[in-house]
């Protein structure tokens, strides 16, 4: 089966004839041999056809020249005014040669004579016709687009004869090159300079030995500049290949030249710039460095190359100094200002850099530039400068002026924080005898040692002055406690009885000093160091090698405290210390279960004294050490005796916070052990709850040492820290001893009796043993027992007594006393 045939088109003809037997013939002989083919519409008037044409599509009119409205080659112009894009094949009674030149020149398709009478003549004219006529639109569209094209194109177009002659120039090249380039030879129109490297490729490519040349030129305009331009230059052949004339397509590349001079201007300078240039990406990763770069880092382009800025990382500066830096260039675009960096060496150099960023058009980062140099020279000669400005110049200490203006800000910066400052005046005693009797050198030696003890005396944010001659000032920032000063000047006191080297022989030289505290002393720099001055005169008076308080009072109170801390530390030599024991007892039986060492200091003078009297002073002063060693001693040696007659018994000890942080307490209880016989399974040692739930490394280390040893942990004063019950499944602990304030109001406070159950309850679910401290009263008694606590001490059932006196209560059940 064959596919069925396309429909055929007919071809409109519009048959402008007045002669009807004519138009009849004509129609007679193409529709009858060929009647599908064609299709007429026939006027007999030029204006019919005109309006004609305007109401409907023709492919072809079959115009005779006579009609009655319009004679000659006239009838051709007028229709082809009003419909030049429709194919005309002129049908006429003339057989006239020059006519039909005429005609086709106007625009005719083709030129028949009437009376022929040949179909196929006819037919072949008609197709064509439409055919030349398409091939005429579609050329002149053509050439409108190339002139179009040619007009407007950005590019400088011309074309170039054999001889080398330009011609046919568009508007864009007469623009740049002005209108005397027509004509001209190309040369010409090329720099000198250029001329001879365009000259060879232009002949041989319009010889036909190439096909086309690219050349970047400098050209000559018309008013004597010059511009670079970039010309392609092509060889157009005729149909049998023999050159004809060239193309040339000419660029104006100018401000591409501008650039690329700038750039290579810039990159001169950034290479041959003294200071240290590197380029990074937006992310901050170096993409580019400079060789000043590498000279001031000593980093080479391949190491610095994608590395971060922390490459010059110097670890001077803090997070928030980069916070600010990144900061101000996203908001501003530049930072400057000097940073600390770090050579590939290690070594540290000052800088004063320059960060900016480049944003592209859309305002986006695309890189930061950073330009620095190196002002260590600089910075070393100002801080030169500056110490000689400001120091004296025997001693190296702070001079007069810087010691006051430090203590200005001092004293505003302790008034903003509620603090106090400690202002000490030194005096040396006897100096002149030294400078007369062993000369000046030796007087400037003794000063240089005396600033050097000072210095080593005191803490590194605190302040040593010379003030001139033999006076020192001292600024104590951050003093909360008029005892801070008295220690610091004790120091000094015991630096100064260490005898000095002097003209190669020890000589001991003492000093007055005097004390001010602000704000109570006074509140402005000047009254504060007329009062420490005068403290110091007045510490000379009374006999020198001491020092004074501005305050009487004050004065007396450190006296009192020296003195207390001389006799504490030969309390353990002359025997004043005692160990003295208070039963623990179970609340089932009231027999005792624990012996809780608790020691006392039978002062001369003052009388017995507690622990809460002078511990804390042997914590401050170190002596907490021998003291607390010799305490454990006694009661070790006392608890194996009382071992051997009541295996059931256990030895407790209190221990500080800095016991269990010395690195020898471990060792010294399990020495004290094996020296004293004690079992280790019999001795619990109480640590204050506040030291424990603090959870310090060093604490929690301590504690599991202990435990190692077989030695139960107690958790003493349970309660005052508002413990959270949920850590005691962390803790080391074996025994609760729940603090005396939660048992005094057992009878008053609900919320105090419900945590003391709550503490009895949770203790007995894990397994750890617990102790009521404080019990002094029945009601109190009778809570605990009720509430199955496990053991109590207290002034109801017995005070600390000596070792003599505990035994007795080892023999028989104690008896709550009424």
């Not at 003890?453 to 001292?474: K, Y």
């Not at 624990?594 to 006392?600: I, N």
């Not at 060693?629 to 500080?656: D, E, K």
């Amino acid at each position: 089966m064959t596919a069925p045939s396309s429909p055929v088109v007919p071809i409109e003809v519009l048959l402008v004839e007045d002669n009807p037997g004519d138009a009849r013939l004509v129609e007679i002989l193409l529709l009858g041999q060929y009647p599908r083919d064609f299709r007429f519409t026939w006027v007999d008037t030029l204006a019919a056809a005109i309006a004609k044409v305007g109401q409907q599509r023709f492919d072809v009119a079959l115009l005779d020249l006579s009609l009655p409205d319009s004679l000659g080659l006239e009838t051709l112009t007028r229709l082809r005014t009003f419909a030049p894009m429709l194919p005309v094949v002129v049908l006429t009674g003339h057989n006239d040669d020059s006519a039909a030149v005429q005609a086709v020149q106007q625009g005719a398709q083709d030129y028949l004579v009437k009376g022929e009478n040949n179909v196929d003549l006819l037919r072949r004219a008609i197709r064509y016709a439409i055919q030349r006529s398409a091939a005429d639109a579609n050329l002149r569209r053509s050439e409108s687009q190339f002139r179009a094209v040619f007009e407007n194109a950005g590019l400088g177009v011309a074309m170039i004869d054999p001889d080398g002659h330009l011609f046919s120039l568009n508007p864009t090249l007469v623009g740049l090159l002005g209108p005397g380039a027509q004509n001209r030879p190309l040369l010409d129109v090329i720099h000198p300079d250029d001329r001879s490297k365009a000259a060879e490729p232009m002949w041989m490519l319009l010889s036909g030995e190439r096909d086309g040349f690219c050349e970047e030129l400098c050209l000559l305009q018309g008013q004597g500049g010059a511009l670079w331009v970039a010309m392609t230059m092509s060889l157009v052949r005729s149909a049998d290949g023999a050159p004809q004339f060239a193309v040339a397509m000419i660029e104006d590349i100018s401000a591409r030249k501008a650039l690329e001079e700038q750039q290579r201007l810039a990159a001169s300078v950034l290479e041959a710039t003294s200071e240290g240039i590197f380029i990074t990406d937006a992310e901050r990763r170096i993409v580019h460095v400079n060789p000043a770069f590498t000279r001031l880092t000593g980093y080479g382009p391949a190491e610095a190359r994608g590395q971060g800025l922390d490459l010059l990382s110097s670890g001077r500066h803090g997070p928030d100094f980069f916070t600010e830096l990144w900061r101000r260039v996203n908001a501003t675009g530049n930072w400057q200002g000097e940073i600390w960096n770090r050579r590939k060496s290690g070594e540290l150099f000052a800088a004063w850099l320059d960060v900016s960023a480049v944003r592209s058009q859309t305002g986006g980062v695309v890189n930061f530039v950073a330009v620095f140099s190196d002002i260590t020279s600089r910075k070393e000669t100002e801080e030169r400068l500056t110490h000689r400005a400001h120091h004296d110049p025997l001693t190296g200490l702070p001079n007069r002026a810087l010691f006051l203006e430090r203590l200005e800000h001092a004293i505003a910066r302790a008034q903003r924080n509620q603090l106090q400052v400690g202002v000490l005046f030194l005096d040396l005693d006897h100096f002149k005898q030294i400078n007369d009797s062993l000369g000046h050198l030796a007087g400037d030696t003794l000063l240089q040692q005396v600033s050097e003890r000072l210095i080593h005396t005191v803490r590194a944010e605190d302040t040593v002055a010379r003030m001139g001659g033999d006076e020192f000032t001292l600024i104590l920032e951050d003093v909360t406690d008029f005892r801070d000063a008295a220690k610091v000047a004790q120091k000094i006191l015991q630096q100064f009885s260490i005898p000095f080297e002097l003209a190669g022989s020890p000589h001991r030289v003492t000093t007055s000093v005097g004390i001010a505290l602000y704000p109570a002393d006074g509140e402005s720099v000047e009254v504060l160091l007329r009062q420490a001055d005068e403290a110091m005169y007045a510490s000379k008076k009374q006999g020198r090698d001491a020092f004074r308080f501005s305050s009487a009072i004050l004065s007396e109170r450190a006296f009192e405290r020296q003195t207390l801390e001389d006799s504490l530390a030969l309390a353990i030599n002359n025997g004043q210390l005692e160990i003295y024991f208070q039963p623990i007892a179970d609340l089932s039986d009231l027999r005792v279960v624990g012996a809780e060492a608790l020691l006392r200091w039978q002062h001369p003078e003052v009388g017995l004294m507690v622990p809460r009297q002078f511990l804390p002073l042997a914590n401050e002063t170190g002596l907490i050490k021998p003291i607390g060693q010799w305490a454990m001693r006694q009661a070790f040696i006392q608890g194996a005796r009382w071992l051997l007659t009541h295996p059931a018994l256990r030895i407790c000890v209190n221990v500080s916070k800095s016991e269990l942080h010395d690195p020898d307490f471990i060792q010294m209880i399990e020495g004290l052990l094996a020296e004293s016989g004690l079992p280790a399974a019999a001795l619990d040692v109480e640590v204050p709850e506040g030291v424990a739930m603090e959870a310090e490394a060093t604490t929690m280390q301590a504690l599991e040492a202990l435990r190692t040893l077989g030695v139960h942990i107690a958790l003493d004063d349970f309660g005052i820290g508002h413990t959270d019950f949920r850590t005691l499944h962390t803790m080391p602990v074996d025994v609760v001893k729940i603090a005396p304030d939660f048992i005094r109001v057992l009878g008053g406070e609900k919320d105090e009796a419900n945590l003391v159950r709550a503490a009895i309850a949770v203790a007995r679910s894990m397994n750890i043993r617990v102790v009521a401290k404080g019990v002094e009263t029945t009601e109190q008694f009778e809570f605990l027992r009720s509430n199955q606590c496990g053991g109590a001490q207290g002034y109801l059932l017995s005070r600390p007594v000596r070792a003599q006196e505990f035994e007795k209560l080892l023999e028989a059940p104690l008896s709550p006393k009424t």
